[in-house]
């Protein structure tokens, strides 16, 4: 992605979520990003608290629930298509006739 955007500055950071994730999050805003994609559903505390100290930075929250401050806002991929196709080749694979699907955990 940073080759193919050579005009944008950008960094990641593994491992982001715990205790330490309030201080990962000033080390980057605080560096001049002016974006930050906080990609886990428990990041939502850490979020909205760094938005309020930080409001000139948008958070965006993948897999959020709500927009919790007017700074940041939530982000999805569209997993719908992907678990489609996944389907499809399930259902040309099964030699019984039958196709068990298990949902993901509950967000709400």
Avoid: Q
């Amino acid at each position: 992605m940073a080759e193919g955007l050579p005009y944008g500055r950008l960094a990641e950071e593994e491992n982001a979520c715990g205790p330490d994730t309030p201080d990962m999050i000033r080390i980057y805003t605080e560096a001049g990003y002016d974006i930050l994609f906080c990609h886990a559903r428990d990041l939502g505390a850490d979020i909205r608290e760094m938005a309020s100290t930080y409001p000139d930075v948008v958070f965006m929250w993948g897999n959020g629930t709500e927009k919790i401050a007017s700074n940041t806002g939530t982000c999805h991929g569209r997993m719908y298509e992907a678990k489609f196709l996944v389907r499809i080749i399930a259902g040309t694979m099964t030699t019984s006739g039958s196709i068990g699907y298990v949902g993901g955990l509950p967000i709400i």
